[in-house]
C-alpha cells in the first residue's frame, strides 16, 4: 500500500489545523519509506508532533467548551499511547511493529481528520474562534432577535407583516 498522501480530502478550510495535519501526513510518509538505521528517529519525530498536535486540538475543544471529555479526546489519548508504545518496542529491536503502526496511521488518519477533526473545525469557525490567538471572534454590533436571517426588526417588515 502506497503511503498516504495529502489530498484536498484532508483539507477543513481553517489554516492552522490543515498545517499540521499536512506535516503529520509528511511525517509519517517519512516513517513508512525510512530504513531500520532511521526507522526510530523518525517514529519519535512523529510522535513528538504527534504529542502537539494532538494537545493543540485538546486546547481548543477545551478553551472553546467543546466537550472536553468527547470521544475526540479519549481518541487522541488512546492513539498517541499506541505510538508511544512504538517507541518502547523499536528500541527493544521490532521494527516491525512500528512498521505495522505506520500502515494503521494511514488508514486511520483520513478517517479521523474527515469526522471529528471536520466537526471540530466547523465549531472552531462557528464560534468565530483563531486558532492562532486563542480569541473568539465577537460580532462588531449586538445581534438582534435571533440572530438569523428569519428574525428581523418590525420596522424593517412589510406593512402587511406588521398588521397581522
Not at 11 to 26: K, N
Not at 56 to 80: A, G, I, P, Y
Request: overall charge negative.
Amino acid at each position: 500500500m502506497p503511503p498516504l498522501q495529502w489530498s484536498d480530502a484532508l483539507v477543513l478550510d481553517l489554516p492552522a489545523m490543515d498545517d499540521t495535519h499536512r506535516e503529520f501526513v509528511d511525517l509519517l510518509a517519512v516513517v513508512e519509506t525510512a530504513g531500520d538505521d532511521t526507522l526510530l528517529a523518525h517514529w519519535r519525530t512523529l510522535v513528538d508532533h504527534t504529542d502537539d498536535h494532538f494537545g493543540r486540538e485538546d486546547r481548543w475543544m477545551q478553551d472553546t467548551r467543546f466537550s472536553s471529555t468527547n470521544c475526540h479526546s479519549v481518541q487522541h489519548k488512546v492513539v498517541l499511547q499506541v505510538m508511544r508504545e512504538g517507541i518502547a518496542l523499536a528500541e527493544a529491536g521490532d521494527l516491525g511493529a512500528v512498521r505495522q503502526m505506520a500502515r494503521e496511521l494511514a488508514i486511520w488518519f483520513p478517517q479521523h481528520a474527515q469526522s471529528m477533526d471536520a466537526a471540530l473545525a466547523l465549531h472552531l469557525r462557528s464560534v468565530g474562534f483563531d486558532p492562532l490567538t486563542g480569541t473568539v471572534a465577537l460580532p462588531a454590533s449586538l445581534i438582534h432577535g435571533c440572530g438569523g436571517a428569519s428574525c428581523s426588526d418590525s420596522k424593517t417588515l412589510e406593512p402587511a407583516a406588521q398588521a397581522a
